[in-house]
């Protein structure tokens, strides 16, 4: 046997730690491979759609009973959580029964698709309470936007399943809306989400228009939601692989400055500087405002973040707290366009 001094050991360890930045490893920035993305089966007429609250509460039945009828609408049926109804403070219930209805409703057979009715806060708090196993056995489609980017994103990491940044069931669900849900969803078609060029009355568009910020294209997973949400739960390990991802981000009633600081925060968390490209869709209600004098602008902001990537960005889809938006598939492949303002499903994200 040969004995070898503490120093010895220290040098050796010292040479190897050296050459891992050589072979593409850091110590403490080495990426985990996720999990084997899941393709969940598409929604068929006559599919159960399970409806949750896992986020604010359901403070009105009427809204529910719309929801209802709007899921039946669309040639689909409807099984309500259990706990749709309770109420704990601003919660739809506790953490433990709101995390219960999610659970169920991915465990239940008869349950092909799972919508949350509203967003709001608390889908952060059920994160440690979701059962990953029996989700990642029993694949199938969860929708919803706002505060669900929370579920959205842990349950893509945790599983590799691909989740739904799209209508929650008290959205307005007009044809735009409907037709994109439905061509992601159902039809399962490597859809092309662009937004509407109306002229009305105009000379040129002055709705919905997109600003190319860096031209180009991009190719990668799709990634992100609301920033608000995304950047609350950084550090954890609720978030998926950013590497080489298409990052889209969307938020509503935020002051400038903090749309600054939370792209300051996904900067100096490296996400920024791991993503190939970046889709801004809409801030609703995010201009200076009162007391805005001398503040910058939210265009000043998304160039001074995202310009220095030279990756493509643009901003301004048809994402967010808006009537009209796209149904985004999360952790599917996609093509950008920043240029043209297009992202391209490279294939259905349903089976």
């Not at 010292?14 to 080495?30: C, E, M, N």
């Not at 029996?134 to 929370?150: C, E, F, H």
Request: positive net charge.
């Amino acid at each position: 046997m040969i004995l070898r001094s503490r120093r010895e050991v220290l040098a050796s360890l010292s040479v190897a730690a050296a050459a891992l930045p050589l072979l593409g490893f850091s110590p403490a920035t080495a990426p985990e491979k996720g999990p084997k993305t899941i393709v969940p089966p598409r929604l068929k007429p006559g599919d159960t759609v399970g409806l949750i609250c896992p986020a604010g509460a359901a403070f009105s039945k009427e809204v529910v009973q719309i929801t209802k009828e709007s899921i039946e609408a669309l040639g689909l049926k409807v099984k309500m959580g259990k706990h749709v109804f309770d109420r704990f403070g601003y919660l739809a219930g506790t953490d433990q029964a709101r995390a219960e209805d999610v659970n169920a409703m991915f465990a239940d057979k008869s349950v092909q698709g799972i919508l949350a009715i509203h967003g709001g806060w608390g889908c952060a708090r059920l994160l440690p309470l979701l059962d990953y196993k029996t989700i990642q056995k029993n694949p199938k489609p969860l929708i919803g936007y706002s505060d669900i980017t929370a579920l959205l994103l842990a349950i893509n990491a945790k599983t590799g399943l691909i989740t739904f940044h799209g209508p929650v069931g008290s959205a307005t669900w007009n044809k735009f809306s409907v037709d994109s849900f439905r061509q992601v969803l159902v039809d399962g078609s490597a859809t092309l989400f662009e937004n509407p060029k109306e002229l009305g009355d105009n000379l040129t568009i002055t709705k919905d228009r997109i600003t190319t910020i860096t031209p180009g294209t991009a190719q990668g997973k799709l990634v992100g939601g609301n920033l608000t949400v995304l950047t609350a739960i950084i550090g954890s390990d609720y978030l998926p692989n950013w590497k080489d991802a298409i990052l889209f981000l969307e938020d509503t009633n935020e002051a400038v400055y903090r749309v600054d600081r939370m792209l300051t925060q996904l900067k100096l968390a490296g996400v920024l500087d791991q993503v190939k490209g970046v889709v801004f869709g809409k801030c609703s209600d995010c201009d200076p405002g009162k007391g805005g004098y001398g503040s910058l602008t939210l265009e000043e902001v998304l160039e001074q973040h995202l310009q220095p990537l030279k990756i493509p960005v643009y901003s301004g889809a048809m994402i967010g707290h808006i009537t009209h938006k796209f149904t985004v598939p999360v952790g599917a492949e996609a093509k950008i366009d920043a240029t043209a303002g297009t992202i391209r499903l490279l294939k259905g994200a349903v089976a």
